[in-house]
């Protein structure tokens, strides 16, 4: 899906058109997400036709933040709009891409089987070793921003979201939780 027209259009739009200050809603993370989604849904068996629009979802998650920050996820869903039409995509499959991108608005809420993998795969990190790496790329970004003032009271975010988190999938669950409790565990201290 990445080399197809669709992602290459969004890939190449993010690489381009990105601000500089996002060092975690970026490129990366785009691709990242996209891996843990392809991990997640071959895992839990996902229908094919169900993984085609779950991978251009992942794709065109967070293609949001090219316009602001708040509400990108119903900036991401114009942006999909306008592209997927372009790319022959029916009315009725931009529609469910969207119903997927808007399941990873915090707090989550997904509605599917793909939804959950698609928040499943944007949170990924939180079960990860690259935990604090990722953490705090998204405190810079934020910090830029003036989300969060300093790294006490982003320490303070974090444990707050890490104990409101859940995983949705089994797949998920078993490879993910454990090292996510770790890591709560350690911000506690």
């Not at 500089?20 to 993370?29: E, I, K, P």
């Not at 006490?152 to 859940?166: G, N, P, R, T, Y």
């Amino acid at each position: 899906m990445q080399n197809s027209p669709e992602g290459k259009f969004i890939l190449d739009k993010l690489k381009r058109e990105l601000p500089g200050h996002l060092v975690y809603h970026n490129l990366a993370h785009t691709l990242d997400v996209y891996d843990c989604a392809v991990a997640i849904a071959r895992a839990e068996q996902l229908e094919d036709a169900e993984l085609k629009l779950l991978l251009v979802a992942a794709l065109y998650h967070d293609s949001g933040y090219l316009i602001r920050r708040k509400d990108h996820e119903a900036e991401s869903c114009t942006i999909t709009r306008d592209a997927l039409a372009q790319f022959g995509y029916s009315k009725s499959d931009i529609e469910k891409i969207c119903m997927l991108i808007m399941a990873t608005r915090i707090p989550q809420q997904p509605t599917s089987r793909a939804a959950e993998i698609l928040c499943d795969a944007d949170l990924d990190y939180l079960g990860r070793a690259d935990f604090a790496e990722k953490g705090k790329k998204l405190y810079e970004e934020m910090h830029a921003e003036g989300l969060v003032e300093d790294e006490k009271s982003w320490d303070a975010i974090q444990l707050d979201f890490l104990k409101q988190h859940h995983y949705f999938t089994q797949t998920a669950i078993n490879s993910r939780n454990a090292a996510k409790e770790a890591h709560l565990n350690a911000l506690s201290k």
